[in-house]
């Protein structure tokens, strides 16, 4: 969304007009009751930037005005930028100074009551503004495409623009696939996960205790277990919520993963970018076991390296491991450098697309479609040096017509041949994907968790205040927290909750 | 006659005092308790008729609920049963009801079924399960007697009108070419019976074959065809029909039901005593009271299973050829064997239940067994109270095909097959509730199908029947179906104590199913309770004054905060006859309903939340897809994954595909647009709450 947001705005004119254009009758946003919430989202991308701007939209946009900027609605002149202190309304702290926009429905992008900020583009800040938008009640970080999608059901985007929606959203949801995969990664996915884990199993007992009961094997010592569980898990996830600005340190920063099969001179690429020797390199294949991570700037745009070890089937464990470490990065990473060794090309020269085609497709992560794939991907042809220059000719020239392929760049660490075309490459793919603040965002994800985490921890008081009145409405609880951290950590069916439940007891009746 | 007539009708106003239900008065004169054999017991040659709008197959719960509701909405019914007499035969157990059992009973009657009050006419022992747990899971139960409601069942189908019944065998299902104007390869035309080989036409028809389907009967190492003890196997003819000639995907499932005790030959003093409810809580809103008297219940009684149990089940695995099978059968009501292989050690619940008021019968719950039948009478005696036990029928297996019913539309029509339609086992599903369900559904638009009107769907937000549809067709089954109340996403909504409100008022003025009496009384109770909702709001004070006003009232809110009287009557140990004596002249009048109030107090709240997320799920619902769509040349960005989903199930509203493995919010997207473009949705307000659907989807990442 926020790449359409961007390009949107830049097309400034011809959108509105189409704006104009949309069905009125559709334009009923302020009746329809899925819109009841108000989101918010960074909307500028996230590289080394001096300003960011963060959207809100929804009814209690004018809320947010008064207790972000301290400003009334009423009294703001719509459209016209402002400069404000921008507070924490818990603890009345100064964020920051900065701009603040105020456009009432419906002449706004969503057709909905909506808010800007314009802020300082440091992390701190940003995420500051973002966990204080998050603790008002009703507002809540904005899903992949939302904002877009308000504007679609506000009747402000005709047609042509919807048919892009699809793949917008597939886009989004990628991108936040992915760092969600990076971070459920870690220590915190597993917290969550086993959050989750037993949470299903709390339902699961609640669930069988109320279908099956009464004149079976369920006793009543079943639902004091859940109790406790309950209280044991709300106090956990609070305590998180608490010390959540000291959890678990986010890795921010466009992620890059450089892989490849052992020997290809990942390494020393790694060592390259870097300017200084990061990584032991050596001709022995299998030198980098573990993940080697470092942070670089490239032009201004942060960016996480991480060298991975060599790809090959091995019986040491050690390596293996590695090998596992290193799939599991390009799996969560934003664009990968897939590295090779020339000498490895096949010799006749019109097969080489296929070969690196094949190549990619062994190392890039199998199950989701390939083209997206292909699209984070930047091919490097190690050891250009070993080739004749009629070799290369060749091979560039078959190369520029392989249409299929990712941007390929034919170099060599070791005499710097074509290092200049390698930094002009991986730049441009740089420079995308920070337009999009949702990769490598951590600040974003954090919020969004936080909001889950918050409905999930009221879910559960729910429980509690209900279980001795009514066991429908506690289970209700149980159930509703269970979706909320089920955002985070994958959905669960009915079918799961019935799995336990015949798992664990003996139903015959 | 007239006088036959009018004595008849005193004895049984007597002991049968029914709501001044019109239709129930007029079948009350149809009654006859000690007849004993089927009225209307014709044979094809002196069968007038060769044309039917619709055609019942099997007559079971299913095909009954079936038959009586197609009559109902106005079509000319025909019910082929292969024996009149098994016409409304508890195969199984003799219960009725029971947790999210007694929803669907609820239901069913409030769409004008017959189970509800068939249960009520035969109930022998009524209890409500969940007492403690809510209203909103409470669980109606009732024990039957067996010959009760096997007769009550036989003469509300007798006295129904455009309602016939034929007992013969279906040799094959007759079909042609599909209306060119609908979707569909096939279209029935009618049956073609096994003696004589006449066939009788019909727009639509309802299969309701049970067990009976290629059905084979286990126990021990014998194996024979038949789908229920003592009755001629099912023909084979049909199953091919459905196979061969129709191109339906079947699968194989497994039952069993227990061995039958002399209830002379149990020591019940050495069992535990479980009494009904001392007053017993009718299935049907038609209903005020129990055909049995409170004081006439009888107990059912709960014994143990022991080691021995085990000893003798582990030892004769290798003569019980069911148990070595790996067919499905049900988790939830597993055979002893299952149970003692899959939880040894431990001890397992056995009920002991009575079979009806004069049966010297007992049926042992949690006992279904296909060990050869000497075998299963050293186990019975292994248990204290069994222990001189005598078996009249002994227990066994059952296995047969279904039909997987993810083929079938919300309407249950096969999607391929124009005017077929399938309810009961056939689809995959366990119990005489959920049977009774999909045949109630089945045969409602069987009957409008054949009047050319259009079918019409349940929403899974609105009823539990509309959730059962809802999973088979849309996710299909891989075991025995059984409901539960945790399959309901808005089970505080669909209450045991709302079902009429819920159904009956549509039944009436949009399905066609529902009787004027029946309509008028749901519309009466629905204006009373929300003339009584909005007297209460307007009644508020500060919680100090509610204390005075009521006495000793735990209210935790703070001395000044204003409550009205429907949200202090939220509060435990608040009931509406306090707030109504408190004021007496604007809701006394209302006393009749207390109960509901509290109820509906409850949950209110709850349920207004989730309003939200109801018209999200019915949005989804009403928005259809073709069923001819081809999804793989279908001209949008679909992955591979997600166009192989679509094709092999082919759901048939939006709302199904979201629900579908693998489904992404982006796809989802993409078919919205499609459908859009197609102009397959005529509704422009609809879709709006698709995009929420692919955003509840991707929160799944």
Redesign the interface.
Same mark, same amino acid.
Not at chain 1, 143 to 146: P, S
Not at chain 1, 469 to 476: F, I, N, S, T, Y
């Given at each position: 969304m926020f790449n359409f947001i961007s390009g949107s705005l830049r097309r400034g004119p011809s959108f509105i007009m189409k704006g104009l254009r949309g069905n009125p009758?559709?334009n009923r946003c302020s009746s =329809?009751?899925?819109d009841?919430d108000t989101i918010f989202a960074l909307s500028s991308g996230h590289g080394r930037c001096g300003v960011a701007v963060v959207r809100i939209s929804g009814p209690a946009s004018g809320l947010v005005l008064s207790s972000l900027a301290g400003r009334t609605h009423s009294r703001t002149v719509p459209r016209t930028a402002r400069l404000c202190n921008i507070i924490d309304p818990r603890s009345q702290e100064l964020l920051d100074r900065g701009l603040v926009l105020w456009f009432p429905g419906p002449r706004s992008f969503t057709g909905e009551d909506s808010v800007e900020f314009h802020i300082h583009g440091g992390p701190a800040v940003i995420s500051g503004v973002l966990q204080a938008l998050g603790s008002l009640p009703g507002v809540r970080p904005a +899903?992949?495409?939302?904002f877009t999608?308000r504007a679609?059901?506000a009747g402000k985007l005709d047609?042509t623009e919807?048919?892009g929606?699809? =793949?917008l959203?597939?886009a989004e949801?990628e991108a936040?696939?992915r760092q969600?995969l990076r971070q459920m990664a870690g220590d915190l996915g597993q917290l969550y996960h086993g959050w989750s884990q037993r949470l299903i199993r709390c339902l699961a007992h609640v +669930?069988a205790?109320? =279908?099956?009961?009464? =004149?079976?094997?369920i006793e009543d010592g079943v639902l004091n277990q859940v109790d406790s569980s309950v209280s044991q898990l709300q106090k956990e996830v609070e305590r998180h919520l608490q010390d959540g600005r000291r959890g678990e340190r986010l890795r921010g920063g466009v992620q890059v993963v450089i892989a490849g099969k052992t020997n290809a001179g990942k390494s020393s690429l790694l060592n390259i970018l870097c300017q200084r020797p990061v990584a032991i390199v050596s001709p022995v294949a299998g030198t980098t076991r573990d993940v080697v991570e470092t942070h670089l700037d490239i032009r201004g745009f942060p960016v996480l390296l991480s060298d991975t070890a060599g790809l090959r089937d091995t019986l040491d464990s050690v390596e293996r491991e590695g090998v596992r470490r290193a799939m599991e990065r390009v799996e969560q990473a934003d664009l990968t450098l897939a590295v090779l060794d020339s000498t490895h090309l096949p010799k006749a020269h019109q097969g080489v697309p296929h070969f690196l085609l094949g190549h990619l497709r062994t190392l890039l992560p199998g199950g989701e &479609?390939l083209e997206a794939a292909l699209r984070r991907c930047l091919l490097v042809i190690n050891k250009s040096d070993l080739l004749t220059d009629e070799q290369v000719a060749k091979i560039q020239t078959v190369l520029s017509q392989a249409e299929e392929l990712p941007p390929v760049c034919l170099m060599s660490c070791h005499t710097g041949h074509g290092l200049d075309d390698f930094m002009e490459a991986l730049l441009k793919q740089v420079k995308t994907l920070c337009g999009d603040p949702l990769s490598g965002s951590p600040s974003l994800t954090q919020a969004r968790h936080r909001a889950h985490l918050q409905r999930c921890v009221q879910a559960l008081a729910q429980y509690h205040r209900y279980r001795d009145? &009514?066991?429908?409405?506690?289970? +209700?609880g149980v159930r509703l927290a269970l979706t909320s951290l089920?955002?985070i950590t994958?959905?669960v069916g009915?079918e799961e909750?019935?799995d336990v439940i015949?798992r664990d007891f003996?139903?015959?009746? | 006659m007239a006088v036959v007539v009018s004595l008849l009708q005193h004895r049984l106003l007597q002991e049968w005092e029914f709501h001044t239900d019109c239709l129930m008065l007029l079948r009350k004169l149809f009654w006859r308790p000690n007849h004993p054999q089927f009225p209307i017991c014709r044979t094809v040659c002196d069968f007038p008729l060769k044309k039917y709008d619709v055609i019942v197959v099997g007559g079971g719960h299913a095909g009954t609920e079936a038959a009586a509701a197609a009559a109902r909405v106005g079509a000319k019914t025909l019910l082929v049963t292969q024996k009149i007499q098994t016409i409304g035969a508890l195969s199984c157990n003799p219960s009725l009801g029971g947790v999210g059992k007694g929803q669907l009973v609820r239901e069913v009657d409030s769409l004008d079924g017959l189970c509800g009050r068939a249960g009520d006419w035969a109930g022998v022992h009524f209890s409500i399960l969940n007492r403690s747990k809510g209203p909103a899971v409470w669980g109606p139960r009732a024990q039957l007697d067996r010959e009760l409601y096997r007769q009550f069942i036989q003469t509300e189908l007798h006295a129904m009108p455009r309602l016939t019944v034929l007992e013969g065998s279906v040799e094959e299902l007759l079909v042609s070419e599909p209306n060119p104007d609908q979707p569909g390869q096939h279209r029935v035309t009618g049956i073609r019976i096994v003696d004589g080989g006449q066939t009788i036409s019909s727009s639509s028809m309802v299969l309701t074959t049970g067990t009976f389907l290629s059905g084979s009967l286990f126990m021990g190492q014998t194996t024979s065809p038949g789908g229920r003890i003592g009755d001629p196997p099912s023909c084979v003819g049909l199953s091919h029909s459905l196979r061969e000639k129709l191109g339906l995907r079947t699968g194989r499932l497994r039952t069993g039901t227990p061995p039958r005790i002399i209830k002379a030959t149990v020591q019940l003093s050495l069992a535990q005593i479980n009494a009904p409810d001392k007053q017993p809580t009718p299935f049907s809103y038609l209903n005020k009271h129990t055909r049995c008297k409170p004081e006439e219940q009888l107990p059912c009684y709960l014994t143990h299973t022991t080691p021995g149990v085990e000893r003798i089940v582990m030892e004769s695995l290798h003569l019980n050829t069911h148990i070595q099978q790996d067919t499905k059968g049900p988790r939830y009501c597993p055979s002893i064997e299952s149970r003692v292989l899959r939880f040894p050690g431990r001890s397992h619940q056995v009920w002991l239940e009575p079979e009806g008021l004069t049966s010297d019968l007992l049926y042992p719950q949690g006992l279904s067994m296909t060990l050869p039948p000497d075998l299963q009478l050293r186990l019975l005696r292994e248990i204290p109270a069994l222990q001189r036990a005598e078996i009249q029928i002994p227990g066994y297996g059952v296995q047969y095909d279904f039909v997987c019913p993810t083929q079938l539309s919300p309407s249950l029509q096969v999607k391929r097959v124009q005017g077929l339609f399938l309810a009961g086992q056939i689809n995959g599903t366990t119990g005489y509730e959920e049977a009774a369900a999909q045949g109630l559904w089945a045969g409602v638009n069987a009957g409008r199908t054949a009047l050319s009107l259009p079918a019409l769907s349940l929403s899974r937000t609105q009823s539990y029947i509309g959730v059962l549809i809802d999973d088979l067709v849309g996710r299909g089954v891989t075991e025995p179906y059984r409901m539960f109340t945790s399959r309901a996403e808005f089970r505080t909504a669909l209450r045991p104590d709302n079902a009429d409100l819920r159904l009956s008022p549509r039944g009436f003025e949009e399905i066609g199913c529902v009787s004027e009496c029946r309509y008028e009384e749901a519309v009466r109770v629905r204006d009373a309770l929300r003339d009584a909702l909005t007297a209460m709001k307007s009644i508020s004070m500060s919680s100090t004054r509610w204390r005075e006003k009521l006495g000793d009232v735990n209210v935790s809110e703070s001395k000044s905060t204003m409550l009205s009287a429907l949200e202090l009557l939220q509060y435990n140990g608040v009931t509406f006859e306090m707030l109504a004596s408190a004021f007496p002249e604007c809701l006394s009048k209302h006393l009749e309903f207390s109960q509901r109030l509290k109820i509906e107090a409850i949950y209110r709240p709850h349920c207004e939340r989730q309003v939200r997320e109801m018209e999200r799920i019915r949005e989804e619902e009403s928005l259809s897809l073709p069923l001819d769509i081809d999804y793989f040349s279908l001209p949008v960005s679909l992955s591979r994954e997600v166009r192989e989903v679509l094709d092999h199930v082919r759901p048939h509203t939006l709302g199904a595909a979201t629900r579908l493995r693998g489904m992404t919010p982006a796809a989802i997207v993409q078919l919205l647009n499609y459908v859009r473009k197609t102009g397959q949705d005529r509704h422009g307000k609809r879709g709006k709450h698709i995009e929420m659907a692919a955003l509840e989807k991707e929160g799944g990442i």
């Open positions: 009758s559709k =329809d009751i899925c009841a +899903e992949a495409g939302e999608r679609f059901h047609l919807v048919e929606l699809g =793949d959203i597939h949801t936040q696939r969600a +669930e205790y109320i =279908d099956f009961s009464e =004149d079976e094997l &479609d009145l &009514d066991l429908a409405l506690a289970a +209700e089920g955002r994958g959905k009915p909750i019935l015949f003996c139903i015959g009746k | -």
